[in-house]
């Protein structure tokens, strides 16, 4: 007898079959199947012919294709016995459950083990959910254990995946599919700047706009191991799992993390808007979900490590003034931290900077009607530092290890550890009136490890039971720590320690792939960026950061008159528009010009919506391309707006209507011929807003 499982939500079904007592075989996943089709049918008409040359029948690509099996790819699990001999098992049906999602186990008697699989729909935001666990009846070592693994489709040319650098993050890569395997494993032991783990495969001819596409994202922060790989019958599929052999003990119980999977028929907007409204609706706990998201003021890049209780109340009456609503104290507060040489660890407000403790110094900024976020970084250590003359023992890593910013990394899977940061943390969150966490952890691990992760979310999740009022953002270097798996503990990310506009349009734009508005931190900085050197206006500046979670982080004193009134203006248009944009799909655009990168931000309701269309190079050809909009409805009527349109320079000598009045135009002209936007220097934002008429 075959088993056959099915799930839905709307949008995509997935089927699952498995030969008598085997694993099961995603044998569909893709748009909705009409209920006429038969599961049992389906594993049928999936059977593939075979020919000379090969064995009698294809080895099934499993949810978890057993090594045992003559599979002619790599195996969804590697394990061994504690005297090191590889188990290999065939695992044999044993139950299943649809209670709460679909639940299927299979034992190996042999081997003493059990694999079970849960796949959970959300009808809602069309993102289904699957993991892995493996149980062992005695200790055994895992090297590697594949979250449920899936087909990748075969009219797929090539895959997309993320990597990126330290104010680069989410570069896409594009990979032409062939035979053998895209392999990619992240050892830094957090998520990393360099490994996003995220991969969409695009149909062919798919666009951001149209077309197929499949996408998955890994929720975990300590490094993973993602494989594409094309069998040499040509059936391709895809594995996610924990970086392998970072289970450094023998045990009884080994699970993977959680695997975002969502189909997409239109485009990779399908796909982001899944990812974007999961991550929003269902992982982020927020602890006020529906109040606005504060305007930040972040004083980093004002005053580094040199932290005056003067010029630092002049900084928040300035940011206060200009339109900010919580003002976030980094690096510097602390021990003796003079420069980041020293004093991680040594979580106690540094006397000489602060005599009276953090107290005049919040209930300034409350009496200028912000709250107060403040910088940890806890997971590190200097070894200049108190707690690492008393507790060397507490580093991870070796004595000789390279340090990665001077800094070590503390071992997080020790309960003392996590005891005294817990301490410390918790000390300083009682007795200041805090209510925002910019957690960072600015180095790599010394080498990857499993237990070091899980120490690091007990210890937020500890703090967040007891401080279930303080709000926490992702930091790493900017976005080396972002991931679903921190996210269901935090609820912004500091995406990249770049503040160059023309950078970030190009970084946010790609994120979008994955992350909505409402958590991803965007800031205006100084009017010469200080990690490229770039001058950019403070126009650009302003609406590249209000396209995302808005804040600033420059010195205002810095800012002229002219720049100030910019800013405050763009803060007031975020801040009137920010109740419908934190629940908004970010919609990136199909742009017949290479040098616009620009999205359209478009209400749950779909009753209105804003395009920004960034000006990222100077164009190829002479005049502006018509930008398609999309998402629109073809026969309703649209009356959009060019709301900057005073700033168009003098070299745009034409009369396009948007220079100079509303419009009403249908959505189907909208979507099939596009926006005609006056001409621009680069480096310039076009604002456009929409409202369904
Ligand atoms: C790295 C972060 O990305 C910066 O924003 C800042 O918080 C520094 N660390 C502080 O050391």
Redesign the pocket.
């Given at each position: 007898m075959n088993r056959s499982y099915r799930l839905d939500d709307g949008r995509q079904t997935l089927v699952l079959s498995a030969h008598a007592n085997r694993l099961p075989v995603v044998t569909y996943w893709g748009p909705t199947l009409p209920e006429t089709d038969d599961p049992a049918d389906l594993h049928a008409a999936t059977i593939i012919d075979v020919t000379g040359g090969m064995l009698d029948e294809h080895i099934d690509l499993s949810i978890c294709p057993e090594a045992s099996r003559s599979f002619p790819g790599q195996p969804g699990l590697v394990v061994r016995d504690t005297d090191g001999t590889p188990l290999l098992p065939k695992f044999c049906f044993a139950s299943e459950d649809y209670e709460g999602g679909l639940t299927l186990s299979y034992n190996d008697a042999e081997n003493g083990l059990t694999l079970t699989v849960t796949f959970t729909v959300d009808t809602e935001t069309h993102i289904i959910t699957c993991q892995t666990t493996l149980d062992a009846s005695r200790p055994v070592h895992l090297h590697w254990l594949a979250a449920p693994v899936l087909p990748a489709p075969q009219l797929s040319e090539d895959m997309i995946d993320v990597s990126g650098r330290w104010c680069g993050e989410f570069q896409l890569s594009r990979t032409a599919w062939s035979p053998g395997m895209r392999y990619r494993e992240n050892r830094t032991g957090r998520t990393g700047h360099e490994h996003f783990p995220g991969l969409i495969v695009p149909c062919r001819g798919a666009t951001n706009t149209q077309g197929e596409a499949y996408a998955f994202h890994y929720g975990w922060s300590g490094g993973h191991r993602m494989l594409a790989e094309e069998l040499p019958d040509g059936r391709r599929q895809i594995q996610w799992g924990h970086a392998a052999g970072t289970e450094s003990d023998a045990q009884t119980q080994f699970k993977t993390a959680p695997l975002y999977i969502t189909y997409s028929k239109t485009g990779l907007n399908g796909c982001a808007v899944a990812f974007q409204r999961h991550l929003r609706d269902r992982i982020v706990t927020w602890p006020k979900p529906d109040a606005p998201r504060p305007v930040h003021y972040?004083c980093?890049e004002a005053v580094y490590f040199d932290h005056k209780l003067p010029v630092l109340k002049d900084i928040a009456e300035r940011a206060a003034k200009l339109g900010a609503e919580r003002f976030v104290l980094?690096?510097g507060w602390f021990g003796h931290r003079e420069d980041?040489t020293r004093s991680l660890s040594d979580w106690t407000i540094d006397p000489r900077k602060y005599p009276d403790g953090l107290t005049p110094l919040i209930d300034h900024v409350k009496s200028l009607g912000m709250t107060f976020g403040l910088?940890f970084?806890p997971e590190m250590i200097n070894p200049d530092s108190d707690t690492h003359r008393a507790n060397p023992h507490w580093a991870l890593g070796s004595e000789d290890q390279t340090l990665g910013r001077q800094q070590k990394a503390l071992d997080m899977s020790l309960q003392e550890v996590r005891d005294f940061l817990y301490d410390r943390i918790s000390a300083i969150l009682r007795d200041n009136d805090i209510d925002y966490i910019?957690w960072?952890h600015?180095r790599v691990l010394p080498m990857p490890d499993a237990a070091q992760t899980r120490g690091s979310y007990a210890l937020i999740d500890r703090l967040r039971a007891d401080f279930p009022y303080v709000e926490i953002e992702s930091?790493?270097?900017?976005g080396g720590r972002i991931d679903f798996g921190i996210m269901q503990r935090t609820q912004r990310v500091?995406l990249s320690?770049s503040n160059d506009a023309l950078e970030r349009l190009r970084i946010q734009h790609d994120a979008a792939l994955f992350l909505p508005l409402a958590v991803t931190g965007s800031h205006v900085g100084p009017r010469r960026c200080h990690t490229s050197g770039r001058v950019l206006d403070i126009s650009f500046r302003a609406w590249v950061a209000a396209q995302r979670h808005m804040g600033f982080e420059m010195d205002p004193r810095e800012l002229d008159d002219r720049e100030a009134a910019i800013l405050t203006e763009v803060t007031a248009w975020w801040k009137r528009n920010r109740h419908w944009m934190q629940t908004a799909d970010i919609l990136r655009l199909d742009s017949a010009d290479s040098a616009v990168i620009a999205e359209q931000q478009m209400a749950r309701d779909q009753s209105r919506f804003v395009v920004f269309a960034g000006k990222a190079a100077t164009s190829m050809q002479i005049a502006p391309r018509p930008l398609r909009l999309t998402g629109l409805i073809p026969a309703e009527m649209y009356r959009i707006d060019l709301i900057n349109r005073s700033s168009a320079p003098a070299l745009s000598r034409g009369t396009p209507a948007l220079k100079s009045q509303v419009m009403d135009l249908s959505g189907a002209y909208l979507m099939h011929h596009g926006v005609t936007l006056p001409w621009s220097f680069p480096e310039r934002m076009w604002v456009v807003e929409g409202i369904k008429i």
């Open positions: 972040n980093w980094d690096d980041d910088w970084e910019k960072d600015n930091c790493a270097s900017g500091w320690d």
